[in-house]
């Protein structure tokens, strides 16, 4: 095949990305500024560090560290329980300062967004980068907190931007140095390319961001699945990820619980309910064109304890059926047949866009393609026909019970940082 024409493919676009320098503990230091320039965590409740200020993170503090620990080695650390509510009131504050500037703007993540810059120049009568200093200020001085941006030709060199100098920063790539940054940018840090990608590409002698430019399309196709030519474009300034302003940051996670009557200790029943929970929330993450890495089960026992089980996914997924073999499998990891449960929930993690979904390249991938077929069409009948047309064998017993309950789509954003 002839080797793609670069400059032809090239159009110009003015993308930012913007990101909230240590988002969690920032909200809480702007509700508190006693806290400011000092040692702080969140995460109590949860018994783990989950998010943590620079001043901690300069003492050696590190995200997933058990709280009991941390008490114990740096007794001085301030430790807050996560104020969710606060994360997400603060977050949709930021995204409305960059939506005074433009109007295209996707909520990545609770604290990430993407806006198109394009034009703006000639309308606003400032420069990006004025633009840019505009934005960080306000935020600055109307909610206290700091966030880095980036901006760049395309999504992908726009994430390389805002990663380049944080917190606080503010850096702008263009087309014409572009492979100047991607030259110190080491390829495990290219946003989509994920550890064992890394591991092939270095093994090839990629290592660095401009290593993977400097490959040929042609190279690039024979050798990497799809999404990698994307990404490779995408460096190379060829805008291919267009911005979705209907992704909201309230899908970084799906929960689906439900709460029943009376409580129950039977295996089947537990498992009916949890089959029908997964369908509805990999619907909900299809219909985002989204994809877990990680997915927590939860039983809440008629005592009010809690049991979790997590099921990290080698391959991302949202389809059901994959994840429904895994809690198949594990969930006598925390069931038991003495205790009765009076709610059962799901909740898929670690959301990423499909688009950048990453293939693993070693293992096969034939039967998640399958199933993202098959699922296509089930959404589109559904959309016809209306829901339920369609479902697991393991969901019936949940669809023939009429009980009371309620079903509710938490928001559980704790696992997001930097
Ligand atoms: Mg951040």
Known sequence: MNELDLEKNKKAKVILHMDGDAFFVGVEVAKNPKLKG????????????????????????????????????????????????????YSQMMFEVVRRYADDVEEYSIDECFADLTGLEKVLKMTYKEIAERI???INNELNLSVSIGIAPTKVLAKVASKWKKPDGLTIIEEKNYKKFLEETPIEKIWGIGPKTSELLKRKGILTGLDFVNKKDSWIEGNLSKPYFTIWKELNCINVLKLDPELKSEYSSIQKTRTFHPVTNDKKYLLSQLSKH????????????????????????????????????????????????????KINNIYSPKVFYR?????????????????????????????????????????????????LGSTHEALKIIEKGTDSDDLDRDLLFL
């Not at 985002?288 to 809440?300: E, F, G, N």
Request: charged fraction near 30%.
């Open 38 to 89: 000092k040692p702080v965590v969140t995460g109590e409740e949860r018994g783990i560090v989950s998010a943590f200020s620079y001043e901690a993170k300069a003492l050696g503090v590190s995200r997933g560290m058990p709280i009991f620990r941390l008490k114990k080695e740096f007794p001085n650390v301030i430790v807050l329980p996560g104020d969710y509510k606060s994360y997400v009131k």
């Open 136 to 138: 960080k200020r306000e």
């Open 278 to 329: 997964i369908e509805e929330a990999c619907r909900k993450a299809r219909y985002y064109k989204l994809v877990a890495k990680r997915a927590t089960v939860i039983l809440k026992t008629k005592d009010f304890n809690y049991f979790d089980l997590n099921i990290k996914l080698d391959v991302p997924i949202n389809s059901p059926e994959t994840l429904m073999s895994l809690v198949n499998e």
């Open 343 to 391: 709610a059962t929930g799901i909740v898929l993690q670690d959301l990423v866009s499909e688009i950048t979904l990453q293939n693993d390249l070693f293992g096969n991938t034939e039967k998640t393609n399958k199933l993202k077929i098959i699922h296509k069409q089930i959404d589109l009948l559904e959309k016809k026909f209306g829901k339920r047309l369609v479902h």
